[in-house]
Structure formats: C-alpha cells, structure tokens
C-alpha cells in the first residue's frame, strides 16, 4: 500500500516543484495585459485560470478534505480582473501553497480511503490528491500554451535535459 507520505510528497512534485514552476516562468514572460487576453471567447485567460485553480484547488482540499468553509464562487474565477495583476497572483498561489500544506500535514491515514461529496462528484480522499495534481497540469499546459501564443517565446522547461535518452532497468 502507498502510504500518506508518498501521496503528499509525490502530490508537491506535481503541484508545487512542476506546475507553479512553470507558471511563474510564464508569469515572467507575460506582461501584465497578456494576463488577460483571450484568443477567443471560449478560451479564459490566463489570469481566470489562476483563480480558477486556486478556487479548485481550496475547494477539493481546503474544504473537502480539511474543515475550511466552501465559499467558492466558480462562475467570478472567469470574469476578467484587469486589477489584478502578477504579484498579486504570485501572492496568491504562496498563500495556497502554505494553507494545502498546512492542511494535508494534518490530514489522518484514513482520508484516503474515505469517502467525500465535493462539488457534487463522490470521490475518495485519494482521488481528491489526483484530481488536483491532474487539474493543475491540465491548466498548466493551457497557461503554457496561452504564453508562447503571446509572447512568441519557448519557456525552456526541458533546456537542461537531454529528453531523447532511453529508459534502462535500474
């Protein structure tokens, strides 16, 4: 059985060391208007899919698995809030950093096999961690994809690595 420990460490390599990694390289490329761009109507900006994962992220973790209220008003992550600008995003997603942190520290062994109702799916605490870990990679790509339409630029996220090596068995 995967214990707790591997959920969490392999949820902040994910979350923490992969996704907010990349989107601060994005948010380093972006001027504070590509923030609020949009290709199309269809497509939300850049900046609603930072609130948009912040709220997912307290909803499914904050609320479902801790004892955090669900406050979450989904349709206002997609409104635009051109007042809202890089550092504050940068501000914001630390402070989530520090509360889910904080939050699954806390967390029992048994959460994972526990049964929630959270935004209306029936899910075990153990889907909680994948669905967040898969949601924040699925914006990701989308924020990244947003950035080179932008900016033009490549984000370099592989430029230390040689991707073309082959696997071994250890």
Known sequence: MISKSHIINEFQLRVFDESYARIYKCLSLLSEKQLWESPNSNIPSIGSLLLHLSGNARQWILSGLGEAIDNRNRDEEFQVHRNIRKSDFIFLLENLKVQLNACIKDLNEDVFEKKYEIQGFNVTGFSVFIHVIEHFSYHTGQITTL????????????????????NRLN
């Open 147 to 166: 950035t080179k339409f932008f900016t033009s630029k490549e984000t370099g996220y592989y430029e230390d690595l040689n991707l073309n090596t082959h």
